[in-house]
């Protein structure tokens, strides 16, 4: 199985989308490192999941989409909604458990959405966004009104039997819709080779009559070209897709997790690999300036310190709200009783 | 007065909102050339298309997670699950997805999804295919339950679920689908958390839902012989619950029977009971008494069946138990 990289596609692209990808990427590297902080600090409840050195797959493929196309996301889910356009500062905020978050404190870490940006959320249960963003595929191909729908989940997620029945369906249906799967090559502790007996994950596609790729998750312009294509394909009413990104979280599972399941030379080999880093390098060998790089990682430290400050001096939502948006309506008698 | 059978009720409330609203839409296996396995969806296929009549493979949790999606974008799906039992194999997207949506979005968005499925024992089915259950979806928070029991009922109610915003579990009782009843002539939506009070009395109030209700009712007119003048309360909803009904009751007959089909250990007679407790304990003369499904696994042979499911007979019984109740003898 032949793994796709940026060598096998042309460097075409205009500097301005280059540097935009670049900007996300660091901004969504700045926002992960704060949280670690602020969770290191006591200043976060519940658990965080950081996407640390899988920023490429969350900016290649929210590129590669237009803004009115969906997404669904997972509980490693930060990176995923900052690159289809959400603010970090509601996202910190939302961490914080703020009513100035995205969900106005109630979803936390692993549920930050905001259906305006096409984010139809990150989920706490792995392998439930597939189905849903099957169902907003279903959704486009009833109004015929040209969405594609993006479903991010990991390597754990594609053992569940929501990747089965959802892809078999949109398959079937040929529903506007792809799966794009981060195989980090961990489930929490486990290895995915210890659980699945194909070389690839993407390699199931062919189970379904579908087509599936497997790119280099760390290179971005991969990612981006891959997802390029799946969309379009969706896009012209030819069905779903699997694209599989392999990557690695260099930090814990969760934050607190000391990772004592993996090598830790298997850590500091993909350290090497790291994604901003071989992009940067990347734009500076088609002659972007240091100097222009250098100052998006300086607004990206502005903007990140910010972003930090407007949720750390955010009220929290007023004890009132606990029962609040249980439900939409309340009928003839209450619903809370 | 035009009769209607409940599942020709049903699939008539399906096809007047489909009709009226093109973002209505059926998912569910069989609901094609078949029209589900009691017919509710009879000949929709033909009418509405395959975009709206969404025949699915057998993959409860895949087809119930992808309403849940396409409700998000503003479709109103009614789904079938074909017997309630499947709800095993379906959960995550009803009580993690569906049920939490909007909550955990901080309001941003509904689910508008109605989650239909036959349930109750009656029909030699076996422990995977007689169960209610209720009380799965009445636990969590997020979700409004429907139990309807004659068909002008489960029409109107059927209605107001499908044009309600949240997401609502719809069980019909699978031995009422053939019963008839008298349909309205003009349409009826009958708004959610509304009991019916199906007979008035002074003596004892019978609180029911679904199948019971024809228990309760068959019971109160054998213990109008003995002299004892029941009242029988439908509740048609059991979230959002008819609270003011249950009071006004209570308060008048002190004295209270909850029937149910389900299971009796944690059902959601037991729920009832103890919310009458809480408040209104000085008004009780008896002990509340529950009438429920024995805790064992729904049996398939015919003689077995019989005694695990409550009927009429078992109502009776309590509603003379508890009249009979001594205040302060009960004491030791």
């Known amino acids: ?337 | 007065m035009r009769k209607l059978s409940m599942s020709k009720a049903i699939r008539e409330a399906m096809h007047e909102e489909m009709v009226r609203d093109e973002n209505v839409i059926v998912i569910g296996e069989d609901l094609g050339k078949m029209g589900s396995p009691f017919g509710v969806t009879l000949g929709f296929l033909d009418e509405f298309g395959p975009n709206r009549v969404i025949e699915t493979p057998i993959c409860e949790s895949g087809f119930t997670g992808m309403a849940v999606g396409a409700a998000m974008r503003g479709i109103r799906p009614v789904v079938e699950l074909m017997y309630v039992d499947f709800v095993g194999v379906a959960a995550d997207p009803i009580i993690n997805q569906a049920a939490k949506m909007r909550y955990m979005t901080g309001g941003q968005v509904s689910i508008p999804m109605v989650i239909r499925a036959p349930m109750g024992a009656g029909r030699r089915n076996a422990g995977q295919h007689s169960q209610c259950l209720e009380t799965y979806f009445t636990h969590i928070p997020g979700l409004k339950l429907v139990c309807p029991s004659t068909p002008a009922e489960a029409k109107g109610l059927l209605k107001a679920a499908i044009r309600d915003d949240d997401p609502v579990v719809f069980l019909e009782h699978k031995l009422l689908y053939a019963d008839k009843g008298e349909m309205p002539e003009e349409e009826q939506v009958i708004p959610l958390g509304l009991a019916n009070v199906k007979r008035e009395g002074n003596d004892v109030t019978i609180i029911a839902w679904s199948r019971q209700v024809l228990f309760a009712l068959e019971a109160a007119k054998e213990l109008e012989k003995d002299g004892i003048d029941v009242e029988v309360i439908d509740l048609r909803t059991l979230v959002p619950l008819d609270w003011e009904a249950i009071k006004k009751s209570v308060c008048k007959t002190h004295n209270v029977v909850i029937a149910q089909e389900g299971y009796k250990r944690s059902g959601f007679a037991g729920e009832i009971a103890t919310q009458i407790m809480e408040e209104l304990f000085d008004e009780l003369d008896s002990p509340v008494e529950r009438v429920a499904g024995l805790n064992t696994v729904p049996p398939y042979s015919p003689p077995l069946e019989d005694v695990f499911f409550p009927n009429s007979n078992d109502i009776v019984r309590a509603v003379k138990k508890v009249v009979s109740y001594k205040l302060y003898e009960g004491a030791h």
């Open chain 1, 1 to 337: 199985m032949s793994i796709l990289t940026s060598n096998n596609v042309k460097d075409q692209y205009s500097t301005e989308m280059l540097l935009h990808m670049y900007e996300d990427m660091v901004r969504i590297r700045k926002f992960e490192m704060q949280a670690t902080v602020c969770f290191s600090a006591g200043e976060l409840a519940g658990n965080i999941h950081t996407c640390v050195g899988q920023e490429a797959t969350a900016v290649g493929s929210c590129q590669a989409l237009e803004k009115t196309d969906f997404i669904t996301s997972t509980h490693r889910g930060h990176g995923h909604c900052i690159g289809k356009g959400a603010k970090t500062d509601k996202v910190m905020a939302e961490l914080f458990g703020k009513v100035t978050g995205y969900c106005r404190g109630k979803g936390g870490s692993m549920h930050v959405a905001d259906l305006g940006l096409g984010i139809l959320g990150a989920n706490g249960i792995v392998g439930a966004g597939l189905p849903i963003a099957t169902g907003s595929a279903l959704t486009s191909k009833i109004r015929e009104s040209g969405e594609v729908t993006l479903a991010f989940f990991g390597d754990a997620g594609s053992n569940h039997g929501t990747f089965h029945e959802s892809i078999n369906m949109a398959a079937a249906w040929n529903l506007p819709v792809v799966y794009l799967c981060e195989n980090n090559l961990y489930g929490v502790s486990v290895d995915i080779n210890s659980v699945i007996n194909t070389e690839t994950i993407a390699e199931r596609a062919q189970a379904y009559g579908i087509p599936g790729v497997t790119v280099d998750g760390n290179d971005v312009l991969a990612v981006y070209e891959a997802v390029k294509t799946a969309v379009q394909h969706a896009r012209q009413g030819k069905g779903p897709s699997i694209v599989e990104c392999q990557t690695y979280r260099i930090r814990g599972h969760y934050e607190g997790d000391p990772s004592s399941y993996r090598p830790k030379e298997l850590t500091e080999e993909w350290k090497k690999k790291d994604p901003i880093e071989k992009f940067r390098e990347h734009l500076l060998k088609l002659g972007v300036s240091e100097d222009d790089l250098s100052a998006i990682d300086t607004a990206m430290d502005k903007e990140i310190k910010e972003a930090y400050e407007f949720a750390k001096s955010s009220p929290y939502p007023d004890v009132s709200e606990v029962t609040l948006d249980v439900y939409a309506s309340e009928n003839e008698r209450s619903v809370i009783r």
